[in-house]
């Protein structure tokens, strides 16, 4: 009884939390695509970001005082509010959302993420994502490209134009490269090589780099750890989430990354292919290891 009530005190909180910075969000950038001048366009997307960024440090002071959850987390204390990563994670359930926002909060720039167009007609959501800049992707099929060549490169070359936004502002891109949260179901059924991970999409990873044309300073290969196992958001609002362990790993992207032609050059593909795959079976040793030394600490 007092996990529900608890989970329904923070859900109600997060909520109010949530429509409270919608409000200045939206504001701020209907003035922003009003106004003249890139200058100023950027110091209201920056205002807009702030706010953002106080929604995410509200949820994150309800869920320090209210929920019992230990978080260690490792790897954050040299990152830079200023700078432009691309930030990639493994995933197993939604609470990982609240977790990475948790972990960067202060520590690096509000991340976003490439989102499909359709999206945008999301009630409140879409809004909120279209003033916060975040990238907005239309991609072909290769059913479509087959009809049309034409229509090859297209996708990548206009979000590129998209992202000339971010040119000098402070911004961290986020991807899932898993593409959904990990089950054992789907890890048999696709038949991963990993023990704790599913198969890593490379091609989202070469879309992000490239769609920012070399902008980005580093990669942050983050690795989330549930020790107990993970649980559902409503468990971890009931406080049924006792541990999470998150380390953060500054990597360098190399250079040609920005430049190559994912979908048309095959050795290029290859080279990206076999770089995240390098960078999931050190991720899939490392949970095993986090979850070892966890489980010897206790």
């Not at 923070?10 to 890139?38: C, D, E, H, M, Q």
């Not at 987390?73 to 990563?85: I, M, S, W």
């Not at 960067?104 to 999301?122: D, H, N, R, S, T």
């Not at 290029?268 to 795959?277: G, I, L, N, W």
Request: positive net charge; glycine residues 8%; contains cysteine.
């Amino acid at each position: 009884m007092f996990g529900l009530l608890r989970g329904t005190v923070v859900a109600v909180l997060f909520a109010l939390n949530t429509v409270f910075w919608f409000i200045p969000i939206i504001i701020l950038s209907v003035i922003k695509r009003l106004l003249p001048g890139r200058g100023l366009q950027r110091v209201l997307a920056r205002m807009a970001d702030g706010c953002a960024q106080t929604w995410v440090g509200c949820n994150k002071l309800f869920s320090d005082v209210l929920l019992p959850t230990r978080f260690d987390v490792r790897g954050v204390e040299t990152l830079d509010t200023k700078a432009q990563y691309f930030i990639c994670s493994n995933h197993q359930t939604w609470n990982d959302i609240h977790v990475l926002q948790k972990t960067f909060y202060g520590k690096a720039p509000f991340f976003k993420f490439f989102l499909k167009q359709e999206l945008i007609w999301v009630p409140v959501l879409g809004l909120a994502w279209w003033g916060l800049d975040f990238p907005f992707m239309r991609r072909s099929t290769a059913a479509q490209i087959a009809k049309n060549p034409a229509l090859r490169g297209k996708d990548i070359e206009t979000t590129r134009k998209t992202c000339e936004k971010y040119e000098g502002v402070p911004v961290a891109i986020f991807n899932f490269l898993e593409g959904t949260r990990f089950t054992r179901a789907k890890h048999d059924q696709q038949g991963s090589p990993y023990q704790h991970l599913l198969k890593p999409k490379a091609g989202g990873f070469a879309f992000t780099l490239s769609a920012m044309g070399g902008r980005l300073h580093s990669l942050l290969d983050v690795t989330i750890v549930y020790p107990e196992g993970a649980k559902t958001f409503g468990q971890f609002l009931a406080g049924q989430v006792k541990n999470v362990i998150v380390e953060v790993k500054q990597r360098e992207i190399p250079a040609a990354f920005a430049k190559g032609d994912y979908e048309g050059d095959p050795l290029f593909r290859k080279t990206v292919q076999d770089y995240v795959a390098a960078l999931w079976a050190e991720k899939d040793q490392r949970i095993g290891q986090l979850l070892s030394e966890f489980e010897a600490g206790t």
